[in-house]
């Protein structure tokens, strides 16, 4: 007779039996596995751990057509509280600190082997962890950069007419962009040219804002207590700074400076368009030279080749009236007012400070605790090495991910994503085939451009080639100091600027990519989804996991990503990355009308958990897409697998089949709860729909789904009216 270990788990998953009840539960299937194991060729010790997850995720109490997310996940909302530290928690989050512990590990480890990149990496990291000489050095790396850029106004007792002359709104925003690499008023950035995919261009766009989203400054309930909040730390800092500069104290002056500094970043705020404006880059899309952006928009007198000169200054390159810029935000360039250059600079200093607040010392972290405890609903930081494992990973991603690789990701998984890939893809290909709104022309450029997507799958295959240079070469420029961890970070900040503005000059590489070992992503013009190595384990995939959970999991996600080539934004390219129409009239018409009805479905949704607030059909329908088109993909590439292999053997203690299985799968995927106040925010940000209405929307507009679990026609999964784009 088979041993069953119960800490015996597939690929890294962990499954850990705390009480007695599990334990029962583990007993039950072990039962359960030997008298199956007569007919079925999968050892105990490798089918228990999945069917165990399974079945502790689920609520059994619940229907499955009654509220699929709550039958699947309701077990494990039960089972996990969010952390203190944490604004969501999900399956996705749990695997993210999963990898940040490997992470740690590596970073801490010594190996006089290391090639440079590695070495910096760790470098960074120590000095990030030196957190006895960030509190030693305290408010001086700040006094610096303060100082750098021409003075804080409301932390100074000097600024005055002769300074507000001399100072420039051109060159200061020009700094912030070429050596901060921060976005004020303007973002300025290079990229491929939407039109023009062989090719680098200047882009002008409305920028980020110091709080979430514009609605943190208009909207009442838990907005209007951010906003408080907001004001409250803007407030402390300017006194800490006024403190350390020797200066007296003058309350009154720094709350009206500040509050005039919020009515500035309203008055900006209002100027944005709303997300749910911005979805249609064909209609963003503004080509101009640089001459007839000065005559357009000239904001009372701003010297756009001062400021655009100035921003590509920084790495020689040099700009006439005749460069071309693309511009994205028309809308907020025409509302954008003239504002008093006391304020601005003021408003351009707090800007550079909000986001160096976390590399310095206690007191400024504690003079922002209020904020982020309004803002996100957490009460307590997390670990402060996790702070310093995520900055190292996200400023050099593939050194880090050379190291997570090297230490736990098996080439054969590699190989089978691949291949799972190259089912989805057909399976895409076929779907076409069933789409009655759209004609043959269009089907054809859809099934060109489908098969044209290139993958990566788990990381660039240079960064573990010893020989090649390419991965020292990316962080050559670079030299970081194990005591002064700040300015490591302006040295990286820089740096990326740079990379960034450099290109423009620059032919464009055909296989660029950005690649990320914990998140998926894909850019819209480069249709190049990225499936990276932190993903590719439970419950997404595992080579000794079911097939049903594989294709359910991160075949899910490979259609998705897949999807949105063709979801409302992804469309407008070509299979080349192109903004072309290569649709005809009949079938774009048809696909804007598949896309409202799921425009007023998802906007139908109610989350009492943000307030009450409808989700945005709007902002939401390029992901819903995805979601949608991501599901069906991945069920008919696994019917067609199960036509080659043969049908799986059910797993112990779960009386579904196959079928079942897979969306039992898909759903725990999304498995996961969010404070109240990290709803309000996400509902305003993310162009996610919440996590349970990413599994409702998309299995209540799937027939096959109500198939699998028989449910009757009219019920809540199975509604009488379905969307579906493709």
């Not at 962009?177 to 002008?204: E, G, M, P």
């Not at 729909?689 to 449910?711: D, H, I, K």
């Given at each position: 007779?088979?041993?069953?270990?119960?800490?015996s788990?597939?690929e890294?998953?962990?499954?850990?039996?705390?009480?007695?009840?599990?334990?029962?539960?583990?007993?039950?299937?072990?039962?359960?596995?030997?008298?199956?194991?007569?007919?079925s060729?999968?050892?105990?010790?490798?089918?228990?751990?999945?069917s165990?997850?399974?079945?502790?995720?689920?609520d059994?109490?619940?229907?499955?057509?009654?509220?699929?997310?709550?039958?699947?996940?309701?077990?494990?909302?039960?089972?996990?509280?969010?952390?203190?530290?944490?604004s969501?928690?999900?399956?996705?989050?749990?695997?993210?600190?999963?990898?940040?512990i490997?992470?740690?590990?590596?970073?801490?480890?010594?190996?006089?082997q290391?090639?440079?990149?590695?070495?910096?990496?760790?470098?960074?990291?120590?000095?990030?962890?030196?957190?006895?000489?960030?509190?030693?050095?305290?408010?001086?790396?700040?006094?610096?950069?303060?100082?750098?850029?021409?003075?804080?106004?409301?932390?100074?007792?000097?600024?005055?007419?002769?300074?507000?002359e001399?100072?420039?709104?051109?060159?200061?925003?020009?700094?912030?962009?070429?050596r901060?690499?921060?976005?004020?008023?303007?973002?300025?950035y290079?990229?491929?040219?939407?039109?023009?995919?062989?090719?680098?261009?200047?882009?002008?766009?409305?920028?980020?804002?110091?709080?979430?989203?514009?609605?943190?400054?208009?909207?009442?309930?838990?907005?209007?207590?951010?906003?408080?909040?907001?004001?409250?730390?803007?407030?402390?800092?300017?006194?800490?700074?006024?403190?350390?500069?020797?200066?007296?104290?003058?309350?009154?002056?720094?709350?009206?400076?500040?509050?005039?500094?919020?009515?500035?970043?309203?008055?900006?705020?209002?100027?944005?368009?709303?997300?749910?404006?911005?979805?249609?880059?064909?209609?963003?899309?503004?080509?101009?030279?640089?001459?007839?952006?000065?005559?357009?928009?000239?904001?009372?007198?701003?010297?756009?080749?001062?400021?655009?000169?100035?921003?590509?200054?920084?790495?020689?390159?040099?700009?006439?009236?005749?460069?071309?810029?693309?511009?994205?935000?028309?809308?907020?360039?025409?509302?954008?007012?003239?504002?008093?250059?006391?304020?601005?600079?003021?408003?351009?200093?707090?800007?550079?400070?909000?986001?160096?607040?976390?590399?310095?010392?206690?007191?400024f972290?504690?003079?922002?605790?209020?904020?982020?405890?309004?803002?996100?609903?957490?009460t307590?930081?997390d670990a402060?090495?996790?702070?310093?494992?995520?900055y190292?990973?996200?400023?050099?991603?593939?050194?880090?991910?050379?190291l997570y690789?090297?230490?736990?990701?098996?080439?054969?998984?590699?190989?089978?994503?691949?291949?799972?890939?190259?089912?989805?893809?057909?399976?895409?290909?076929?779907?076409?085939?069933?789409?009655?709104?759209?004609?043959?022309?269009?089907?054809?450029?859809?099934?060109?451009k489908?098969?044209?997507?290139?993958?990566?799958?788990?990381?660039?295959?240079?960064?573990?080639?010893?020989?090649?240079?390419?991965?020292?070469?990316?962080?050559?420029?670079?030299?970081?100091?194990?005591?002064?961890?700040?300015?490591?970070?302006?040295?990286?900040?820089?740096?990326e600027?740079?990379?960034?503005?450099?290109?423009?000059?620059?032919?464009?590489?055909?296989?660029?990519?950005?690649?990320?070992?914990?998140?998926?992503?894909?850019?819209?013009?480069?249709?190049?989804?990225?499936?990276?190595?932190?993903?590719?384990?439970?419950?997404?995939?595992?080579?000794?996991?079911?097939?049903?959970?594989?294709?359910?999991?991160?075949?899910?996600?490979?259609?998705?990503?897949i999807?949105?080539?063709?979801?409302?934004?992804?469309?407008?390219?070509?299979?080349?990355?192109?903004?072309?129409?290569?649709?005809?009239?009949?079938?774009?018409?048809?696909?804007?009308?598949?896309?409202?009805?799921?425009?007023?479905?998802?906007?139908n949704?109610?989350w009492?958990?943000?307030?009450?607030?409808?989700?945005?059909?709007?902002?939401?329908?390029?992901?819903?897409?995805?979601?949608?088109?991501?599901?069906?993909q991945?069920?008919?590439?696994?019917?067609k697998?199960?036509?080659m292999?043969?049908?799986?053997?059910?797993?112990?203690?779960?009386?579904?089949?196959?079928?079942?299985?897979?969306?039992?799968?898909?759903?725990?995927?999304?498995?996961?709860?969010?404070?109240?106040?990290?709803?309000?925010?996400?509902?305003?940000?993310?162009?996610?729909?919440?996590?349970?209405?990413?599994?409702?929307?998309?299995?209540?507009?799937?027939?096959?789904?109500s198939?699998?679990?028989?449910?009757?026609?009219?019920?809540?999964?199975?509604?009488?009216?379905?969307?579906?784009v493709?």
């Amino acid at each position: 007779m088979q041993s069953v270990s119960r800490s015996s788990t597939g690929e890294g998953e962990s499954f850990n039996l705390v009480n007695s009840t599990h334990n029962t539960l583990w007993d039950k299937l072990v039962g359960v596995c030997h008298i199956q194991a007569s007919t079925s060729n999968s050892p105990c010790n490798t089918v228990i751990p999945y069917s165990a997850r399974l079945l502790q995720n689920m609520d059994k109490s619940v229907k499955p057509c009654d509220n699929f997310y709550q039958h699947a996940c309701g077990g494990w909302l039960e089972r996990h509280v969010i952390p203190e530290t944490s604004s969501r928690h999900s399956v996705f989050d749990i695997l993210r600190d999963k990898l940040e512990i490997v992470l740690k590990g590596v970073l801490e480890m010594e190996n006089e082997q290391d090639r440079d990149a590695i070495r910096k990496a760790k470098v960074l990291y120590s000095s990030c962890m030196n957190d006895s000489l960030i509190e030693q050095r305290d408010s001086l790396p700040l006094l610096k950069l303060i100082d750098s850029i021409g003075d804080w106004p409301v932390a100074s007792d000097d600024w005055n007419i002769s300074t507000e002359e001399a100072w420039s709104i051109e060159d200061t925003l020009a700094a912030l962009t070429a050596r901060f690499h921060k976005k004020v008023v303007l973002d300025l950035y290079v990229w491929t040219d939407d039109r023009d995919s062989r090719r680098h261009i200047i882009y002008i766009d409305q920028p980020g804002l110091g709080m979430p989203s514009r609605d943190y400054y208009f909207n009442d309930g838990n907005y209007k207590k951010v906003r408080e909040a907001y004001l409250h730390f803007m407030v402390s800092i300017a006194k800490i700074t006024r403190e350390d500069r020797n200066l007296t104290q003058d309350d009154d002056r720094v709350w009206e400076e500040m509050m005039q500094v919020l009515e500035l970043e309203t008055d900006i705020a209002n100027a944005t368009s709303p997300a749910e404006e911005r979805q249609d880059v064909t209609i963003l899309y503004n080509k101009m030279t640089l001459g007839e952006l000065q005559n357009t928009f000239s904001l009372n007198g701003f010297n756009w080749t001062r400021f655009i000169q100035g921003v590509l200054s920084s790495v020689s390159i040099e700009v006439q009236l005749e460069e071309e810029v693309v511009v994205y935000s028309s809308p907020y360039l025409e509302k954008m007012n003239d504002v008093l250059s006391r304020t601005m600079q003021n408003y351009l200093t707090w800007q550079l400070i909000i986001d160096r607040v976390n590399s310095l010392s206690r007191r400024f972290k504690d003079a922002r605790a209020r904020y982020r405890k309004t803002l996100y609903g957490t009460t307590v930081e997390d670990a402060w090495w996790r702070e310093c494992v995520r900055y190292v990973q996200s400023s050099m991603e593939n050194a880090v991910g050379a190291l997570y690789v090297r230490e736990t990701f098996a080439g054969e998984s590699k190989r089978m994503v691949s291949d799972l890939i190259s089912k989805i893809q057909k399976a895409y290909v076929e779907t076409l085939e069933e789409l009655s709104w759209m004609d043959s022309p269009s089907k054809e450029k859809a099934r060109e451009k489908a098969m044209a997507i290139k993958e990566h799958i788990g990381y660039p295959d240079h960064i573990l080639q010893e020989s090649n240079q390419k991965l020292d070469q990316e962080y050559a420029h670079l030299n970081f100091s194990e005591e002064h961890y700040f300015e490591n970070i302006l040295e990286n900040l820089k740096s990326e600027a740079q990379k960034s503005l450099k290109k423009l000059r620059e032919p464009v590489d055909p296989d660029f990519v950005v690649a990320s070992t914990k998140c998926v992503f894909t850019a819209v013009v480069c249709v190049c989804p990225v499936f990276p190595a932190g993903i590719l384990q439970p419950p997404f995939f595992s080579k000794h996991q079911h097939q049903a959970l594989n294709f359910g999991g991160i075949g899910m996600v490979i259609g998705h990503e897949i999807t949105h080539g063709f979801d409302d934004n992804g469309r407008n390219f070509d299979k080349d990355g192109n903004m072309l129409n290569w649709w005809s009239n009949y079938s774009a018409e048809h696909f804007k009308e598949q896309s409202q009805c799921m425009v007023q479905q998802y906007g139908n949704f109610n989350w009492k958990l943000a307030g009450g607030q409808n989700v945005s059909g709007i902002s939401t329908l390029g992901e819903n897409i995805a979601d949608n088109g991501g599901v069906r993909q991945a069920y008919k590439a696994y019917l067609k697998w199960v036509e080659m292999e043969g049908e799986e053997p059910r797993l112990p203690g779960l009386d579904m089949d196959h079928k079942q299985l897979f969306f039992l799968n898909f759903a725990q995927v999304w498995c996961g709860a969010y404070r109240p106040e990290y709803a309000s925010q996400s509902i305003k940000t993310d162009s996610h729909s919440p996590l349970e209405y990413r599994v409702l929307g998309s299995l209540q507009n799937f027939e096959a789904f109500s198939e699998a679990f028989q449910c009757q026609k009219g019920s809540p999964m199975n509604p009488e009216l379905k969307c579906r784009v493709w």
